[in-house]
């Protein structure tokens, strides 16, 4: 198992970036599938973006991609979510999440630990 801990949340304005990190424990990190989800107030989570355990394959929702880029480093064990062109839409609740499995998922009970989430609040 991994002990997942995000941070880089915060109050942005319309248009602006954001840089999301999650830091996870274990020796095993570069053995896990990584995703970002999202939750909104009175919203169900839903996927962001999902990266594989070398990096190779991505995958975003539609609606951030050209605005989002997942990264991962797994010497530092951490998966980044670099956020621009933020809008009010974006505000949400944002959660890392592993899936310990080779393909990505972007279904959230693919993942099977996750973190506590960090707020990003997108003003207009």
């Known amino acids: 198992q991994v002990h997942l801990v995000e941070s880089g949340g915060g109050l942005v304005q319309a248009g602006g970036s954001l840089r999301l990190s999650c830091a996870a424990s274990?020796?095993?990190?570069?053995?896990?599938?990584m995703g970002w989800f999202r939750q909104a107030p009175g919203k169900e989570r839903e996927f962001v973006a999902t990266?594989?355990?070398?990096?190779?394959?991505?995958y975003y929702r539609d609606s951030v991609k050209g605005r989002f880029a997942i990264s991962r480093d797994n010497v530092k064990n951490s998966v980044y979510l670099q956020m621009n062109s933020l809008k009010p839409e974006d505000t949400a609740v944002y959660y890392c999440?592993?899936?310990?499995?080779?393909?990505?998922?972007?279904?959230?009970?693919?993942?099977?630990?996750w973190g506590q989430g960090t707020q990003v609040t997108v003003s207009s």
């Open positions: 274990g020796r095993t990190f570069s053995t896990y599938v």
């Open positions: 990266i594989s355990r070398t990096g190779g394959t991505i």
């Open positions: 999440a592993a899936r310990p499995a080779v393909s990505t998922s972007m279904r959230v009970n693919g993942y099977d630990q």
